[in-house]
């Protein structure tokens, strides 16, 4: 599962095609420059914006209640996730709201808008990607240095 690369091109969202466009200037600010040529559902990329306007400077140990909240404030996900631990965050956002786990496991390969999941001896971690880095409760220009459970996106 580990070696295969998932790019997304000019005619692929993150989300659903019909609701696909292509970011506008301010959100390619926020996306960098690599988002110009993409297309991208408002939803993801409102997660994103919202998951980066929330973000602290450290850590806050919170990093899956941040994005339930980003997702949910975005409207991609109907409903608030109920899993307690971040570890547990792909596998209910796979069976209830949707997503689809990537076969890649390299967070720097993620799409931008993808949930990446973290294990670990205790809660986990999950952040969302963004053109320059991650966000949860915290920005991050590189991925949480554990093992990756998983990378998601919204089924198309």
Not at 8 to 28: C, H, I, M, T, V
Not at 90 to 115: I, Q, W
Request: glycine fraction near 10%; aromatic fraction near 10%; charged fraction near 25%.
């Amino acid at each position: 599962m580990g070696g295969h690369s998932v790019t997304f091109g000019a005619d692929r969202s993150l989300y659903k095609g019909e609701g696909a466009r292509r970011p506008n200037a301010w959100e390619q600010q926020r996306l960098g420059p690599a988002s110009k040529g993409l297309r991208y559902d408002a939803r993801m990329l409102r997660a994103v914006k919202l998951a980066q306007d929330r973000a602290h400077e450290r850590t806050t140990w919170h990093c899956w209640a941040y994005v339930k909240n980003a997702l949910l404030a975005a409207q991609v996900v109907h409903s608030r996730p109920t899993t307690l631990y971040a570890r547990q965050a792909g596998e209910e956002l796979e069976r209830h709201f949707g997503f689809k786990k990537l076969p890649e496991n390299d967070p720097r390969r993620a799409p931008v808008g993808a949930v990446v999941v973290y294990g670990g001896r205790d809660a986990g971690h999950v952040e969302l990607r963004t053109e320059r880095g991650f966000v949860s409760d915290f920005f991050s220009p590189t991925p949480y240095p554990r093992p990756v459970l998983g990378i998601y996106v919204k089924r198309s």
